[in-house]
């Protein structure tokens, strides 16, 4: 009895260490949001630069690493159903939580899924994972890129994904990804990279606080606004599980069930398929009607708001 009541005691430490972290870098975040604000008017007004609008934000700086390989995004878009399924929900610890009485996030006419992250953010670099595999058995991704949290913070060099540049296309859902800032160290932060929209942050600050979320988490990067139906605030998975690994061996990582990296990613995968779900009507029915996906919507959090 001691010995379990020690071993929940150090599990909450390493969620209240991990989830500071995640305020500390939202903190970092919207330092450079401001500042980056005051930089983008200078350059304007001094003609030194033309900014491309692409999936709704603004670009200003180049971002990513890399593109992610033909054998990456293979990996990532052909997980079995089986797999699925053997790997469930019971290694998920936290989920997206339902928000009650929203208007409905929507892009042309279908339900949207709102990403904001930051490439130099490791629980972003881990959340963005399950979040693609999630979002790939509605769609397609192209452009995909590959990068890695920041060297100097913590979980360094957490290998991932990135959406900044890349093109979402589904018959079901419309999706945008943000990444404000790339990993490269610029005075006391980080490079910015992509602006969120007004629309964008107006909502971000609105339901990335109480009562859509707890306070612990309130302000956390990644924030994920599945249809103005479901919110996420913060990682559903330990960064630390990809440590030392590249993209592509995370990929492979994949195709074994029993690996602790495919349980963490597959699980939250399949808890924001449950959420995706729920905003398609259950559609497409080969991916919703499945047991697994039912049991993972037991796993949402319960309605806030």
Same mark, same amino acid.
């Given at each position: 009895?001691?010995?379990?009541?020690?071993?929940?005691?150090?599990?909450?430490?390493?969620?209240?260490?991990?989830?500071?972290?995640?305020?500390?870098?939202?903190?970092?975040?919207?330092?450079?949001?401001?500042?980056?604000?005051?930089?983008?008017?200078?350059?304007?007004?001094?003609?030194?630069?033309?900014?491309?609008?692409?999936?709704?934000?603004?670009?200003?700086?180049?971002?990513?690493?890399?593109?992610?390989?033909?054998?990456?995004?293979?990996?990532?878009?052909?997980?079995?159903?089986?797999?699925?399924?053997?790997?469930?929900?019971?290694?998920?610890?936290?989920? @997206? $939580? +339902?928000?009650?009485?929203?208007?409905?996030?929507?892009?042309?006419?279908? &339900?949207? !899924?709102?990403?904001?992250? *930051?490439?130099?953010?490791?629980?972003?670099?881990?959340?963005?994972?399950?979040?693609?595999?999630?979002?790939?058995?509605?769609?397609?991704?192209?452009?995909?890129?590959?990068?890695?949290?920041?060297?100097?913070?913590?979980?360094?060099?957490?290998?991932?994904?990135?959406?900044?540049?890349?093109?979402?296309?589904?018959?079901?859902?419309?999706?945008?990804?943000?990444?404000?800032?790339?990993?490269?160290?610029?005075?006391?932060?980080?490079?910015?990279?992509?602006? @969120? $929209? +007004?629309?964008?942050?107006?909502?971000?600050?609105?339901?990335?606080?109480? &009562?859509? !979320?707890?306070?612990?988490? *309130?302000?956390?990067?990644?924030?994920?606004?599945?249809?103005?139906?479901?919110?996420?605030?913060?990682?559903?998975?330990?960064?630390?599980?990809?440590?030392?690994?590249?993209?592509?061996?995370?990929?492979?990582?994949?195709?074994?069930?029993?690996?602790?990296?495919?349980?963490?990613?597959?699980?939250?995968?399949?808890?924001?398929?449950?959420?995706?779900?729920?905003?398609?009507?259950?559609?497409?029915?080969?991916?919703?009607?499945?047991?697994?996906?039912?049991?993972?919507?037991?796993?949402?959090?319960?309605?806030?708001?």
């Amino acid at each position: 009895m001691a010995r379990r009541v020690e071993q929940k005691a150090a599990a909450r430490e390493r969620i209240a260490a991990q989830q500071a972290a995640q305020r500390r870098a939202e903190q970092r975040r919207r330092l450079l949001l401001a500042l980056g604000a005051v930089v983008l008017v200078v350059v304007i007004v001094g003609g030194l630069i033309t900014i491309r609008l692409v999936g709704g934000g603004k670009k200003t700086a180049t971002g990513a690493t890399g593109m992610a390989s033909s054998g990456l995004m293979t990996a990532l878009s052909s997980i079995p159903d089986s797999t699925f399924s053997t790997v469930g929900t019971s290694d998920v610890k936290t989920a @997206p $939580s +339902a928000i009650n009485d929203q208007p409905p996030l929507t892009a042309d006419g279908k &339900p949207r !899924v709102l990403y904001i992250g *930051a490439e130099f953010c490791p629980f972003c670099a881990g959340e963005r994972w399950p979040v693609t595999v999630a979002l790939m058995r509605f769609g397609t991704f192209s452009n995909l890129g590959t990068t890695h949290s920041a060297a100097a913070d913590v979980h360094p060099n957490t290998p991932t994904l990135s959406f900044h540049g890349a093109t979402y296309t589904s018959q079901y859902l419309s999706f945008t990804g943000i990444e404000t800032t790339t990993n490269e160290p610029q005075g006391n932060g980080y490079k910015p990279l992509d602006t @969120p $929209s +007004a629309a964008d942050q107006a909502a971000e600050q609105k339901y990335n606080a109480p &009562p859509y !979320v707890d306070q612990e988490s *309130a302000g956390s990067i990644p924030f994920i606004d599945l249809g103005n139906k479901f919110i996420g605030s913060g990682a559903t998975i330990d960064p630390e599980l990809l440590a030392g690994k590249t993209q592509d061996e995370v990929g492979e990582a994949l195709k074994d069930p029993s690996n602790p990296i495919t349980k963490a990613v597959i699980g939250s995968a399949n808890v924001y398929t449950a959420a995706i779900c729920k905003l398609t009507n259950n559609q497409p029915a080969k991916v919703c009607s499945t047991d697994t996906v039912t049991q993972a919507a037991s796993k949402l959090g319960a309605a806030k708001g």
